[in-house]
């Protein structure tokens, strides 16, 4: 076993923790069974959520037990917005939300073998408690003082919207969790975005009083983007895990366009590479960033641990294919689609001279202009160059029937989509 609190230390995943030294005897001590917990207040997780995850994936690896939870109950309440109440989702939507994650983690952690990860849902403990036990057996444990200094229930009472007990109750709930998870699976560390520190604490302090004892907490801090926002559903610029919500075409993209400056610290939160292979990374993002080396490796391996070696594989093809280094016509109908999707472009007709094309989907501003561009060799149909001012797009020029590539120059490309 690693010690793993330094490995997480040397990877910017410790936010902060409650007992260093206690925790780091545990680990050491170990294995520790350790979770997380994850609302289903959306269909998906996103990029946020990836963080924890990874958090898990290296316990796991160090041979520490691991627990993924998916928040069924506490999905139904929500955690405390800091400027308004959420619009609380009805229990179909939830348990829809519920399934689709539990999919999505899946290949994320290794739940076979003599150390299996252990997926669960809180609804399955909080269902069968009435109001009344609940209120006898977790709520005594609470001191309305200490539950009010929270950092989102104190925003909140400040605030013209004040907090309804539902979402008051939140901490509660997810500090059952811990509880539940102590005495059923010997749980002694929950860990979470450092947004969710009061809850987590609370968790902490719950199992302290109803069990005497003593357990650990560990936080991690928010990634965030250029603009310092953090990355969530609820800032909207979540980028999402499921296929579906952020094409893996778009997700690799995403990687590859970080700016210099945050590239090393996500090679460290969010890939297996070595401190020596991260460490050569840097060198080049100092010496050489231009090639965009490290850009290139955390999209590639974040995206293969989250959609699969084969959808990388599809995805750099269809990257290079866009600007002139591979073949267009070779890419299957939905990475194709998925690398057109987010182009500038128009309904263009078969039969559209290629001068109007041009004009239509936004790279030049006029017929003469699209000429010139013809004229000075700097104008493609699916990385073919057009020397025929009077060529037009013909049915074969629309791949799989559905859309043509069209450049100008080597970087402005658009997608005449047949109309």
């Known amino acids: 076993m690693t010690d793993i609190f330094d490995e997480l230390q040397w990877r910017g995943l410790v936010a902060q923790s409650t007992d260093e030294a206690a925790l780091r005897k545990a680990l050491a001590d170990g294995p520790v069974t350790v979770y997380c917990g994850f609302d289903p207040s959306a269909p998906s997780l996103h990029f946020g959520n990836f963080v924890q995850l990874s958090v898990l994936r290296r316990m796991q690896a160090a041979g520490h037990r691991v627990i993924c939870l998916v928040g069924g109950s506490t999905g139904l309440i929500g955690d405390p917005k800091p400027d308004a109440e959420r619009v609380l989702q009805d229990k179909d939507t939830i348990a829809e939300s519920v399934a689709r994650i539990q999919q999505l983690v899946g290949p994320l952690l290794d739940f076979e073998g003599d150390n299996a990860a252990l997926l669960v849902n809180n609804l399955d403990w909080t269902a069968p408690l009435s109001a009344l036990d609940f209120l006898r057996d977790v709520g005594r444990h609470f001191r309305v003082n200490q539950m009010i200094r929270k950092e989102a229930v104190a925003r ?184 057109t999707a987010e182009l500038p472009g128009a309904d263009v007709p078969v039969g559209t001279p290629v001068v109007d094309a041009l004009v239509a989907v936004g790279l030049v501003d006029s017929r003469n202009g699209a000429r010139r561009a013809i004229g000075e060799g700097g104008a493609s149909v699916n990385n073919v160059k057009v020397t025929d001012p009077d060529r037009v797009l013909e049915e074969g020029d629309f791949l799989h029937g559905s859309v043509a590539v069209i450049k100008r120059g080597r970087r402005s490309l658009a997608a005449a989509r047949r109309a």
């Not at 953090?230 to 970080?258: C, H, I, R």
């Not at 700016?259 to 460290?268: F, N, P, Q, Y």
């Open 156 to 339: 909140r009472l400040e605030s013209e919207h004040g907090i309804s007990y539902t979402e008051f109750s939140y901490q509660m709930l997810q500090a059952l969790d811990f509880l539940e998870l102590y005495r059923t699976r010997g749980c002694i560390l929950q860990i979470g975005g450092s947004d969710q520190w009061g809850n987590i604490t609370a968790g902490v302090d719950l199992v302290h009083r109803a069990e005497g004892a003593t357990v650990h907490a560990l936080a991690t801090p928010l990634l965030v983007d250029s603009t310092g926002r953090k990355f969530g559903k609820s800032e909207g610029n979540a980028v999402w895990l499921s296929a579906d919500m952020t094409s893996p075409y778009a997700f690799y993209q995403y990687f590859l366009n970080v700016e210099d400056a945050s590239v090393v610290a996500m090679l460290k939160a969010l890939t297996d590479r070595s401190r020596e292979e991260i460490g050569q990374l840097e060198q080049q993002v100092a010496s050489e960033p231009f090639r965009r080396t490290a850009q290139r490796t955390l999209a590639a391996d974040v995206t293969t641990l989250v959609h699969g070696a084969e959808a990388t594989a599809a995805v750099q093809a269809a990257s290079e294919a866009l600007f002139g280094k591979g073949d267009l016509g070779s890419l299957d109908l939905r990475t194709l689609g998925d690398a």
